[in-house]
């Protein structure tokens, strides 16, 4: 696309930190805009138009081009993948595995995070306004799915200057992106990082969203999905759907050896309805701290992007179809103590990569923490993505100072 026909917004709008409905339409990162003359076409067969993306970038691009690595951010995440959150404040998401020296190197590449389509940080939603209306999309925003938001990260990198990229990585959600990215341009990306994913949502995590779905629905306040119009927000039934979501990232393990059984801040039970468990009170706490920063209506979007996704669908059911003829090159990664993204799920990827003969390697890391583990500190993690980043950019030609100087890396 000319650069004529599309602007990019460079300077800082967001408002004030904590803000996030005003994040959602004027945030505080770059923001490429596509008009009419440039539409999105969604699964649902709805030509997206105007739309945005917001995005953050880390690192350089070399000369060739060839260094770019794309961040693909899971269901609450956004593009504040290793810097500072304007709304929380807070370290970004991956601030553990991205920067310099880290395994995902910003001295060496250049790395882009976006805001996924359907999201609040930025990226077209339904928090964004209509420009039909004036007013906030709400429901009337086309549902999409992880095709869709494939799409749009890769419309932002036609517009950058980028056709191929050096790796795509991510976990969850958006391991799920990765997976459709090596799947749908298999041309574009050299090398995938997929993390506690799966090629499909079970059963088990269809319901988990349905129930936290309607936890949103039945709070008064979400006013049929227009509750910014109505000047309120369903802040009870999203902190629901939070708490339950939450409790699926952990491990019973991992539950027991934070709380126990213990009580909060009292000796005995009250004999009510308060948190009397440290783990009740824990679980209030990332309910009432997610509202601040997540839109109501993003979620239920989001969440049904990831229970639509099927990989295999579009391939008579068969997976190994979807990676037919790839020259990607993969590494898989799960969780011992996953049971939301378990590792089954995974090693049915790595065989339908084998079937597709494929270059892949598959990583089993042990832990208790459950599958929140890919964005804690875990340093069989680094590890592995460190050591297949270094195989791929040394298969790539890309250079490393390391190895230049003689050092082992």
């Known amino acids: 696309m000319s650069a004529n026909k599309t602007r990019v917004r460079q300077e800082n709008r967001g408002t004030a930190p904590g803000d996030a409905v005003g994040e959602a339409n004027a945030p505080s990162s770059p923001v490429v805009k596509f008009g009419s003359e440039a539409p999105l076409k969604l699964d649902c067969g709805v030509e997206l138009s105007p739309w945005q993306v917001a995005y953050q970038t880390y690192g ?12 693909c951010h899971a269901l609450t995440g956004d593009q ?19 920067g310099p020296g880290r395994p995902i190197d910003t ?54 200057g980028i056709d191929t990229l050096f790796a795509v990585a991510g976990g969850s959600m958006g391991g799920m992106q990765v997976l459709q990215w090596a799947s749908d341009y298999p041309d574009r990306v050299f090398a ?3 993390i506690a994913t799966a090629a499909r949502h079970t059963t088990q ?30 802040t009870k039934g999203l902190a629901v759907a939070r708490m339950a979501a939450h409790i699926t990232y952990l491990s019973e393990e991992a ?34 701290t997610f509202v601040e920063r997540f839109d109501a209506n993003s979620y239920l979007y989001l969440t049904r992007a990831m229970d639509y996704f099927d990989l295999a669908a579009d391939h008579n059911g068969i997976l190994t179809g979807a990676f037919k003829g790839t020259r990607t090159r993969f590494c898989m990664v799960s ?3 996953d049971w939301l993204f378990p590792t ?30 890919f964005l804690l500190d875990e340093p069989d993690l680094d590890l592995a993505v460190r050591g297949f980043i270094d195989s791929a950019a040394r298969a790539r030609g890309l250079p490393h100072k390391d190895l230049e100087e003689g050092k082992r890396v």
């Open 60 to 71: 350089t691009l070399n000369a060739e081009r060839s260094n770019a690595v794309l961040l």
């Open 192 to 194: 995938a990082i997929p």
């Open 107 to 160: 001295d060496r590449f250049f790395v882009i995070c976006a805001n996924v389509l359907g999201g609040c940080m930025g990226t077209s939603g339904p928090a964004n306004i209509d420009p039909a209306t004036g007013e906030p999309y709400g429901l009337n925003f086309p549902v999409v799915t992880i095709r869709d938001m494939v799409r749009a990260q890769a419309r932002l990198l036609d517009h950058l």
């Open 344 to 373: 089954e799920g995974n090693r049915k990827v790595v065989h339908a990569l084998n079937a597709a003969g494929a270059r892949v390697s598959f990583v089993e890391i042990e832990t208790d923490r459950g599958h929140d583990a």
């Open 80 to 98: 504040h993948a290793a810097s500072i959150n304007p709304v929380t404040g807070k370290a970004g998401w991956w601030d553990l595995l991205v």
């Open 335 to 337: 969780f011992t103590s």
């Open 255 to 288: 539950m027991h050896r934070k709380f126990g059984r213990r009580l909060q801040d009292r000796d005995a039970l009250t004999f009510g309805f308060d948190a009397d468990f440290q783990v009740e009170s824990y679980l209030r706490h990332q309910g009432m």
């Open 205 to 234: 995590n269809i319901a988990f969203h349905e129930v936290g779905r309607q936890a949103v629905m039945a709070d008064p306040d979400w006013c049929r999905g227009n509750y910014h119009a109505e000047g309120k927000r369903p």
